[in-house]
């Protein structure tokens, strides 16, 4: 159980594809606060879901269509209804975004998946089935060559206590950063995310991290006056210091 988890973290461990039950399993959190600092991420998922399927692939003669089009039109005559497709995003640790469809053929559980970038709107089939997911030209693959599980590739963010090395000796819990504010912190809304152009989003998501991860501002000391020497005005130092009247 990570109870080290920070928001940061949190976040982190949502938008790489893990779900809200996976981190609270993870972290040992309440639900409530998990939810709190998952929202924005599932949110920019769903956008990046959005932007995707609405992503045209070009073909011969101009005849653009978009990836649920290109799906659907490949899926429908197989039995397999629009509707019934589950859409996924997560960024992987090289910061692309993967986008993956899971359809079921018969019986049998199947899946494609593409990198995606927002900011230009292209998709790249990222194996097999994908291709033939969004090719008329493409043969369908085999089972060996079909779609891989991505999204069991993600890997559980360690805690601090963990990755680094701890003395032999008992250490004062008082001096350790606490995993999550009392006080509620702000989040962008998933409304807000969603209005967001694609280019604008990575950015905007970046500052909601540095916002829920930064550290909270510590009381400034008071000014000491013992014997501290007093600042000349600008008029002395332009027009010279008075002389005291004798």
């Known amino acids: 159980m990570d109870e080290m988890m920070r928001p940061r973290d949190i976040q982190a ?30 949110a920019e998922r769903e956008h990046i879901i959005y932007l995707a399927l609405d992503t045209e692939l070009r073909r011969d003669f101009a005849n653009d269509i978009s990836l649920v089009a290109a799906v659907s039109e490949r899926l429908t005559p197989l039995g397999v209804e629009s509707s019934s497709v589950n859409w996924q995003a997560w960024r992987r640790e090289d910061s692309r975004w993967i986008v993956e469809a899971n359809f079921v053929i018969g019986r049998e559980q199947r899946s494609g998946h593409w990198v995606f970038d927002p900011k230009t709107s292209t998709l790249i089939a990222d194996d097999a089935e994908a291709r033939w ?52 912190t702000p989040v962008v809304s998933p409304v807000a995310l969603a209005q967001t152009p694609a280019e604008d989003l990575a950015e905007l998501v970046e500052e909601q991290l540095e916002l829920v991860d930064a550290p909270a501002p510590r009381p400034s000391a008071a ?19 008075k002389k005291p009247t004798e």
């Open 133 to 184: 997911l969004i090719d008329p030209d493409a043969s369908e693959p085999d089972s060996g060559d079909r779609g891989r599980p991505l999204l069991a590739s993600v890997r559980p963010i360690n805690s601090r206590a963990e990755t680094e090395t701890a003395p032999a000796q008992l250490i004062d819990v008082t001096d350790t950063e606490p995993a999550l504010s009392a006080e509620p």
């Open 13 to 42: 461990r949502i938008r790489a594809g893990a779900s809200v039950d996976d981190v609270i399993v993870e972290s040992g959190l309440d639900r409530e606060r998990v939810e709190r600092f998952a929202a924005p991420m599932l």
């Open 223 to 241: 000014p000491k006056r013992k014997g501290r020497a007093s600042v000349p005005s600008w008029d002395d130092i332009v027009f010279g210091a």
